[in-house]
């Protein structure tokens, strides 16, 4: 086993962010350094830091700092992340119940999609992985599915800019066709994954609209025995359904 990168300056840095968490009249650097075992110019290094990522706030009159607009907006997009996943989880079991395969939910986080959810066959033999999981965004119907959100012709940029990574003797390498297949997908509201991403698995997946600018996706996966052209037609429409109703069901919260 691998030793673990503790990484102390970033340990510093957060107990910095839980000490100012903690004050409503914001702390100088002078009392930072007062309540935590760190220099003062390891501190002033620290913060100044996060000041210019907007992490925290300097005032310039009483030079005390506060957290800042930065941290806010991470903490509404996690709580966003929350409130999809309560959100969505009956859906994805009666979804899971439908087509009795593992029923997954991701977003996607730059060039990767994170599992948030994942709803188990009750199949012995089923497809699996832990939440918090990081996918790569070309791999298979989820980046079929995400792309297809975007333009076109920003698509089309994205793919070529990127190697397209071979995966399984059925991963899709060539540029060209993988947009006819993100093109389809923008289509049809759903996207297949035939052994694409792992051999012996195949996959649908459907995007969750919900107005925002994050995007969510659903995707159902089984092996392929059990995942027939018929099947994988019923699981597409179900898919596709789901994932409309999930996005209905977060306009209405929001409104």
Known sequence: MGTKYKAPIVKKAFSILKLLSKSDAGMTVSDLARQLPI??????GIVSAL????A??????????SLGP?????????????DLKDLARPFIQELMRETQESVFLGTRSGNTVTILDIVESTKDLKITAPVGTRIPLL?????????ASLPADQAGRWIRAKKLRRFTANTITNATRFLQEVERARLEGYALD???????VRAVAAPI??????????????????????????IAKETKRTAGAIGRSMLERKT
């Open 39 to 44: 220099g003062k110019s390891t501190v002033f």
């Open 51 to 54: 000041d210019d990522v907007g």
């Open 56 to 65: 925290v706030s300097r005032d310039e009159g009483t030079k005390r700092y």
């Open 70 to 82: 930065t941290l806010f907006e991470l903490g509404r997009a996690v709580e966003a992340q929350i």
């Open 139 to 147: 791999a298979g119907a989820i980046g079929k599915v995400f792309l």
């Open 194 to 200: 035939d052994e694409e991403y792992i051999s012996g």
């Open 209 to 234: 609209a919900n107005g925002g600018s994050r995007i969510s996706a659903i995707w159902v996966v089984g092996f392929t025995p059990s995942m027939s052209t018929e099947h994988m037609r019923r």
